[in-house]
């Protein structure tokens, strides 16, 4: 098997893989998850070992950056194993970085062994600090717990930036206290349009839609905006407030379509790759992995996958309803 790139057919070299390690998560947040989910049974999930054959599998195809989801990752048992195994990849150079987006309950715990496996930069996704608003959203989120876990994560020396998905009628009155208790804290904040995944029942998407362009020009009114063009392999768009010197990304699948440079897939914890975040296109992975103890079958179904990797996603609110509404939970895919 010749170890040629990842190439889609729109000449997209694929060289980030987003893995969801599992579906459970400690927290139950509105937009994510319904309150009561039923998980997937253990059999199905991809063992740790699995795991780390798919990852260096992708590694040896040519991805260089790895980011791990969840659910919450780091509530998977013993997921510090996979971490450790990982992170010979980037002692060998193969990897130049593996990253984790988390919900902050747990760092405090793993904080300093997820630094001494070669992470160096943690995404947490955070909509408020306003106690009684987090214990809203999240319905079992502590919000003293997950601020523990960020002064931990900063001891550790990890570099974390915050993630908040901009929500109409939520946390709109928090955008200039959000921006000033990150740049208190030199973290960097990334706002992500609500995207139309899962259907949860009470929640109406369009209702909850706070567009960017508006949150951005809010910004502005108290700010100076300086475009950045640094991309970080994702698909925000950045700018630096000149007053507080920290960046702030703004993810809109809606109002800007990113897809035109999009290097990445998504790869479930039941070992399904999602070649779109906004397709139901997938491929089975974990079939060839379970199949043979040579890695021939995955790779070659891994190419066959990428060959289908489509040029856009097809969300869309401008009709005032969430047409290319996506019926899996965002937990499934990994956030």
Known sequence: MTNAPLIDPFQRAITYLRVSVTDRCDFRCVYCMSENMTFLPKK???????????????????VRKLRITGGEPLVRRDIMTFFNSMSRHLDSGAL??????????????????????GVRRVN???????????????????LPQVL???????????????NAVALKGFNEDELFDLTEWCAARD???????????????????????????DLRARLAERYTLTDLAERSGGPARY??????????GFITPLTHNFCESCNRVRLTCTGQLYMCLGQEDM?????PLRMSEGNQPLEEA???AIAAKPKGHDFDYSRQKPDGQMPRHMSHTGG
């Open 187 to 213: 973290m960097d904040l990334t706002w992500i349009e609500v995207m139309p995944m899962g259907d949860l029942g009470n929640e109406d998407r369009v209702d909850q839609y706070w567009s960017l362009n």
């Open 283 to 287: 491929a089975d992975l974990r079939a």
């Open 148 to 162: 523990k876990g960020i002064d931990a994560a900063q001891k550790a020396g990890l570099r974390v930036k915050i």
């Open 44 to 62: 199905e999930l991809l063992t740790l070992e699995e795991l780390d054959r798919m990852c260096s599998t992708f590694v040896g195809l040519g």
């Open 96 to 117: 130049d970085e593996m990253t984790l987006t988390t919900n902050g309950s747990q760092l405090h715990r793993f904080a300093d062994d997820l630094y001494a496996a």
């Open 302 to 304: 891994i190419r066959n």
């Open 124 to 142: 947490i996704s955070l909509d408020t600090i306003n106690e009684t608003k987090f214990a809203e959203i999240t319905r079992w989120g502590r």
């Open 239 to 248: 700018v630096r407030l000149e007053e507080t010197g920290q960046k702030i």
